[in-house]
Structures are given as structure tokens and as C-alpha cells.
């Protein structure tokens, strides 16, 4: 079982940056694949981006690549998503989740456990 926590969430206006945390329990962390998804009023929950155990393979949406970064510390056991010159359209909750799979279905948004979001405001 592993529990997620993100933290990081806010209001920032256009252009300006945020850095999301996620936090897990579980001594397996390390062997997780990880992710962020967003979910705007009224849309569905979209992925953002993706981290393998090693850190060693990142994906992101098109529309975030060259903003947003993610990373992670293991010896933490948290994941970080470092979000720069944000725009409205970044406006959502954004989750944290964990998957198990070495593959990378997560992108997909298949994945064995989820946090309960931190809100990521954006004024323009």
C-alpha cells in the first residue's frame, strides 16, 4: 500500500512558477513509477507527466514540455513537479500517482494508487 500527499499548490499569476510535492509512503517507493494528472472544472483528468523508478525516463504532454519538470528523490521517497511560466490554461487539481508497472502504462492513465490533489490556480 503507498499513500501520496501532494503539497505546493496555490495562486500565481501568468508567467510565474510553482513547485508541487509529492510525498509517499511505503518502503517500495523506490520501485514505483510515477506521475502527475490535472483536472480542470468540467474537463476529464489529463496526464501531465511521467517519472520511471530511476529517474532516468520522463515524459510530459505536448503542451507542457519546456515548462515543467519532473523529478525525484527516492531517498525522500518524494516526486516534484517544478512548473514555470505557467499560464491560465494550467489552472486545475493537480494529482499525484504512483504505479507498480515497469512499463510506462501510466501515461495512459493506468496506475495502482492516487493522492487527493492540490489546486494549481493561475490568473492571468
Known amino acids: 500500500q503507498v499513500q501520496l500527499v501532494e503539497s505546493g499548490g496555490g495562486l500565481v499569476q501568468a508567467g510565474g512558477s510553482l513547485r508541487l510535492s509529492c510525498a509517499a509512503s511505503g518502503r517500495t517507493f523506490s520501485s514505483y513509477a510515477m506521475g502527475w494528472f490535472r483536472q480542470a472544472p468540467g474537463k476529464e483528468r489529463e496526464f501531465v507527466a511521467y517519472?520511471?523508478?530511476?529517474?532516468?525516463?520522463?515524459f510530459y504532454r505536448d503542451s507542457v514540455k519546456g515548462r515543467f519538470t519532473i523529478s525525484r528523490d527516492n531517498a525522500k521517497n518524494t516526486v516534484y513537479l517544478q512548473m514555470n511560466s505557467l499560464k491560465p490554461e494550467d489552472t486545475a487539481v493537480y494529482y499525484c500517482?504512483?504505479?507498480?508497472?515497469?512499463?510506462?502504462?501510466?501515461?495512459?492513465?493506468?496506475?495502482?494508487?492516487w493522492g487527493q490533489g492540490t489546486q494549481v490556480t493561475v490568473s492571468s
Open positions: 517519472i520511471n523508478w530511476n529517474g532516468v525516463s520522463t
Open positions: 500517482v504512483a504505479d507498480s508497472s515497469s512499463s510506462s502504462r501510466l501515461r495512459f492513465g493506468i496506475y495502482d494508487y
